[in-house]
């Protein structure tokens, strides 16, 4: 007969291979990230870039089904409940969506473009908001 022990280790063995524990364990960091933050009533400012990438990174996690980790980066972030629709990020951005391309989150195309150097330098956040610029 199996120990208290033998059988705790099978049943955290067996939740963990099938992503419960994991899930388990996410989902109560969202819970606890959701009590912090209801104490701070004021968003994050954002910057539009910082918008857009956030707007990416939302369309990605679920697009994966990253549902725990999204209900608490979106609120860590400052973003509204509800997304940027697709199309308006892709313009901003300036990305052309196809039918096959529509399929991905837009940040798939955008890793694509990096990959064949289709995209000029990027300058830093910080320049870019401050305003400053390199005189040469």
């Known amino acids: 007969m199996a120990t208290e022990q033998e059988l705790g280790a099978a049943l955290k063995t067996s939740l963990e291979r099938n992503g419960s524990l994991d899930a388990v364990r996410a989902r109560l960091r969202a819970d606890v990230f959701a009590v912090i933050s209801e104490q701070h009533t004021d ?12 707007e990416l990174i ?28 697709r199309e308006y990020v892709a313009d901003e951005l300036n990305l052309k969506d196809s039918a096959n391309s529509a399929q991905v989150p837009l940040l798939y195309g955008i890793v694509s473009l990096l990959a ?19 005189s040469a």
Do not use: C, W
């Not at 968003?43 to 956030?54: A, D, G, K, W, Y």
């Not at 996690?61 to 997304?83: C, M, R």
């Open 43 to 54: 968003p994050p400012r954002m910057s539009r870039e910082q918008l857009l990438i956030n």
């Open 58 to 85: 939302r369309e990605y996690l679920a697009f994966h089904k990253l549902g725990y980790t999204e209900s608490v980066f979106v609120p860590e972030t400052g973003l509204g409940p509800e997304p940027l629709s």
């Open 116 to 134: 064949e150097g289709g995209l000029p330098q990027v300058t830093s956040t910080t320049e870019a908001s401050a305003g400053h610029a390199d």
